[in-house]
Protein backbone atom coordinates (compact mmCIF):
# COMPACT_ATOMS: atom_id res chain seq x y z
CA UNK A 1 0.00 0.00 0.00
CA UNK A 2 1.27 3.42 -0.93
CA UNK A 3 -0.04 6.52 0.64
CA UNK A 4 -0.57 10.45 -0.17
CA UNK A 5 0.18 13.19 2.32
CA UNK A 6 -2.61 15.17 2.93
CA UNK A 7 -0.76 17.86 3.08
CA UNK A 8 2.09 18.14 1.05
CA UNK A 9 0.80 15.47 -1.27
CA UNK A 10 3.72 13.13 -1.57
CA UNK A 11 3.65 9.77 -2.21
CA UNK A 12 4.96 7.69 0.52
CA UNK A 13 5.40 3.69 1.80
CA UNK A 14 4.26 4.76 5.08
CA UNK A 15 2.66 7.70 7.37
CA UNK A 16 4.84 9.55 10.05
CA UNK A 17 5.44 7.76 13.35
CA UNK A 18 3.94 10.95 15.00
CA UNK A 19 0.37 10.73 14.68
CA UNK A 20 -1.89 14.32 14.56
CA UNK A 21 -5.21 13.09 16.18
CA UNK A 22 -5.93 10.83 13.92
CA UNK A 23 -4.67 11.65 10.99
CA UNK A 24 -0.90 10.74 9.45
CA UNK A 25 0.71 12.70 7.15
CA UNK A 26 4.41 11.95 5.91
CA UNK A 27 7.71 11.80 8.09
CA UNK A 28 8.27 15.57 7.23
CA UNK A 29 4.78 17.13 7.57
CA UNK A 30 4.42 15.36 10.96
CA UNK A 31 7.20 17.18 12.64
CA UNK A 32 5.85 20.77 12.11
CA UNK A 33 3.71 22.41 14.40
CA UNK A 34 -0.41 20.97 14.61
CA UNK A 35 -1.68 24.59 14.23
CA UNK A 36 -0.05 25.20 11.25
CA UNK A 37 -0.55 22.67 9.54
CA UNK A 38 -4.31 22.08 10.24
CA UNK A 39 -5.59 25.72 10.63
CA UNK A 40 -9.13 24.59 9.59
CA UNK A 41 -10.58 21.26 9.49
CA UNK A 42 -8.60 17.89 9.36
CA UNK A 43 -8.55 15.76 6.17
CA UNK A 44 -7.91 12.07 6.80
CA UNK A 45 -4.99 11.23 4.79
CA UNK A 46 -5.85 8.95 1.51
CA UNK A 47 -4.03 5.40 1.29
CA UNK A 48 -3.54 5.15 -2.91
CA UNK A 49 -3.76 1.63 -4.91
CA UNK A 50 -1.45 1.14 -7.47
CA UNK A 51 -3.51 0.04 -11.00
CA UNK A 52 -2.49 0.20 -14.77
CA UNK A 53 1.04 1.82 -13.80
CA UNK A 54 -0.79 5.05 -11.89
CA UNK A 55 -1.54 6.05 -8.76
CA UNK A 56 -5.85 5.96 -8.34
CA UNK A 57 -7.82 6.26 -5.04
CA UNK A 58 -9.15 3.84 -2.77
CA UNK A 59 -11.98 2.72 -2.02
CA UNK A 60 -11.63 4.71 0.95
CA UNK A 61 -12.51 7.95 -0.56
CA UNK A 62 -15.84 7.11 -2.56
CA UNK A 63 -14.15 7.46 -5.72
CA UNK A 64 -13.74 3.83 -6.44
CA UNK A 65 -15.18 0.63 -4.92
CA UNK A 66 -14.43 -2.70 -5.40
CA UNK A 67 -17.26 -5.30 -4.83
CA UNK A 68 -16.55 -8.83 -3.44
CA UNK A 69 -18.99 -11.44 -3.57
CA UNK A 70 -19.19 -14.42 -1.80
CA UNK A 71 -21.59 -17.06 -2.50
CA UNK A 72 -20.38 -19.23 0.49
CA UNK A 73 -17.70 -21.14 -0.76
CA UNK A 74 -15.47 -18.64 -2.73
CA UNK A 75 -15.03 -14.93 -2.36
CA UNK A 76 -14.79 -13.10 -6.29
CA UNK A 77 -13.21 -10.01 -6.55
CA UNK A 78 -13.77 -7.08 -9.43
CA UNK A 79 -10.20 -7.42 -10.35
CA UNK A 80 -10.83 -11.24 -11.53
CA UNK A 81 -8.98 -12.63 -7.78
CA UNK A 82 -10.77 -14.64 -5.84
CA UNK A 83 -10.72 -16.36 -2.08
CA UNK A 84 -11.78 -19.16 -0.08
CA UNK A 85 -15.23 -17.93 1.31
CA UNK A 86 -14.96 -15.25 4.56
CA UNK A 87 -17.87 -17.22 5.92
CA UNK A 88 -17.10 -19.15 9.22
CA UNK A 89 -13.71 -17.37 9.91
CA UNK A 90 -12.78 -14.83 12.58
CA UNK A 91 -11.73 -11.33 12.34
CA UNK A 92 -8.83 -10.60 14.41
CA UNK A 93 -8.02 -7.07 11.97
CA UNK A 94 -12.01 -6.17 12.42
CA UNK A 95 -12.10 -7.20 16.21
CA UNK A 96 -9.19 -5.17 17.53
CA UNK A 97 -7.31 -1.92 16.61
CA UNK A 98 -3.73 -1.19 15.62
CA UNK A 99 -3.60 1.80 17.59
CA UNK A 100 -5.55 0.32 20.86
CA UNK A 101 -3.10 -2.55 20.91
CA UNK A 102 0.02 -0.05 20.51
CA UNK A 103 -0.91 1.53 22.77
CA UNK A 104 -1.48 -1.69 25.33
CA UNK A 105 1.92 -3.14 24.46
CA UNK A 106 3.42 0.26 25.43
CA UNK A 107 1.83 -0.33 29.06
CA UNK A 108 3.01 -3.54 29.30
CA UNK A 109 6.53 -2.71 28.12
CA UNK A 110 6.55 -0.02 30.92
CA UNK A 111 5.67 -2.76 33.54
CA UNK A 112 8.47 -4.41 32.62
CA UNK A 113 10.32 -2.85 35.22
CA UNK A 114 10.65 -5.00 38.77
CA UNK A 115 11.36 -3.43 41.91
CA UNK A 116 14.73 -4.76 41.66
CA UNK A 117 15.55 -3.14 39.01
CA UNK A 118 15.51 -6.16 36.56
CA UNK A 119 13.26 -6.47 33.22
CA UNK A 120 11.03 -9.09 33.54
CA UNK A 121 10.20 -11.31 30.29
CA UNK A 122 7.13 -10.14 28.40
CA UNK A 123 5.72 -13.40 29.00
CA UNK A 124 6.88 -13.59 32.32
CA UNK A 125 2.58 -13.62 33.56
CA UNK A 126 2.18 -16.76 31.32
CA UNK A 127 3.80 -18.35 33.95
CA UNK A 128 1.08 -18.21 36.48
CA UNK A 129 -0.10 -15.74 38.12
CA UNK A 130 -3.44 -16.71 40.75
CA UNK A 131 -6.82 -15.53 39.84
CA UNK A 132 -6.99 -14.03 43.30
CA UNK A 133 -4.20 -11.31 42.18
CA UNK A 134 -5.78 -10.52 38.99
CA UNK A 135 -9.20 -10.13 40.44
CA UNK A 136 -8.02 -8.04 43.37
CA UNK A 137 -6.28 -5.94 40.28
CA UNK A 138 -8.56 -5.56 37.68
CA UNK A 139 -10.71 -4.16 40.93
CA UNK A 140 -8.65 -1.43 41.69
CA UNK A 141 -8.13 -0.31 38.02
CA UNK A 142 -11.92 -0.59 37.48
CA UNK A 143 -12.19 1.63 40.37
CA UNK A 144 -9.75 4.06 38.53
CA UNK A 145 -11.34 4.18 35.32
CA UNK A 146 -15.09 4.81 37.23
CA UNK A 147 -13.04 7.66 38.96
CA UNK A 148 -12.11 9.17 35.54
CA UNK A 149 -15.05 8.70 33.75
CA UNK A 150 -16.81 10.66 36.58
CA UNK A 151 -14.81 13.49 35.87
CA UNK A 152 -12.24 12.54 38.94
CA UNK A 153 -8.83 12.02 38.95
CA UNK A 154 -7.08 8.66 39.28
CA UNK A 155 -3.52 7.74 40.21
CA UNK A 156 -2.22 7.36 36.85
CA UNK A 157 -4.69 8.38 34.40
CA UNK A 158 -7.82 6.90 32.35
CA UNK A 159 -5.38 5.28 29.54
CA UNK A 160 -3.52 3.61 32.49
CA UNK A 161 -6.71 2.12 34.02
CA UNK A 162 -8.12 0.76 30.63
CA UNK A 163 -4.71 -1.01 30.11
CA UNK A 164 -4.28 -2.58 33.67
CA UNK A 165 -8.08 -3.41 33.00
CA UNK A 166 -7.14 -5.66 29.93
CA UNK A 167 -4.06 -7.06 31.19
CA UNK A 168 -6.17 -8.68 34.28
CA UNK A 169 -9.03 -9.54 32.29
CA UNK A 170 -6.46 -11.57 29.81
CA UNK A 171 -4.30 -12.40 32.67
CA UNK A 172 -7.37 -14.39 34.46
CA UNK A 173 -8.80 -15.91 31.04
CA UNK A 174 -5.40 -17.18 30.41
CA UNK A 175 -5.65 -19.13 34.00
CA UNK A 176 -9.03 -20.28 33.25
CA UNK A 177 -8.16 -21.25 29.51
CA UNK A 178 -5.05 -23.13 30.77
CA UNK A 179 -7.00 -25.08 33.83
CA UNK A 180 -9.73 -26.08 30.87
CA UNK A 181 -6.79 -27.33 29.25
CA UNK A 182 -7.68 -24.78 26.56
CA UNK A 183 -10.81 -25.70 25.85
CA UNK A 184 -12.10 -23.05 24.03
CA UNK A 185 -15.62 -21.90 23.98
CA UNK A 186 -17.31 -21.95 20.91
CA UNK A 187 -19.26 -18.55 20.86
CA UNK A 188 -20.41 -19.44 17.38
CA UNK A 189 -21.27 -23.17 17.35
CA UNK A 190 -23.88 -23.82 20.50
CA UNK A 191 -22.39 -22.05 22.89
CA UNK A 192 -23.95 -18.59 23.04
CA UNK A 193 -24.35 -16.23 25.62
CA UNK A 194 -27.73 -16.41 27.15
CA UNK A 195 -28.36 -12.59 24.88
CA UNK A 196 -27.38 -13.91 21.83
CA UNK A 197 -29.07 -17.10 22.65
CA UNK A 198 -32.35 -15.28 23.19
CA UNK A 199 -31.97 -12.80 19.80
CA UNK A 200 -31.06 -16.11 17.84
CA UNK A 201 -34.97 -17.82 19.55
CA UNK A 202 -36.40 -14.69 18.28
CA UNK A 203 -34.75 -14.29 14.77
CA UNK A 204 -35.93 -17.81 14.12
CA UNK A 205 -39.71 -17.23 15.45
CA UNK A 206 -40.18 -14.10 13.53
CA UNK A 207 -38.48 -16.11 10.20
CA UNK A 208 -41.40 -19.11 11.10
Known amino acids: MIYQCPICKSQVFKPG ?3 LRDHYPCEKCSTADEDTIY ?3 LVMMEPLL ?3 GTMSPSPMDGTEKLTTTDDGVLRSFDTGATRDTAEGKLDPEGFTHPLVMEQFYKYMSMNRLQ ?3 KLRDSDNWQKGIPREAYMKSLKRHCDDAWLEHRGFNSDNGLIAALC ?3 FNAMGYMHEELKESE ?3 REFDNGEPTAEILERQERLANEKA
Open 164 to 166: GIM
Open 17 to 19: KKP
Open 50 to 52: IKG
Open 39 to 41: PGE
Open 182 to 184: WNL
Open 115 to 117: SDG
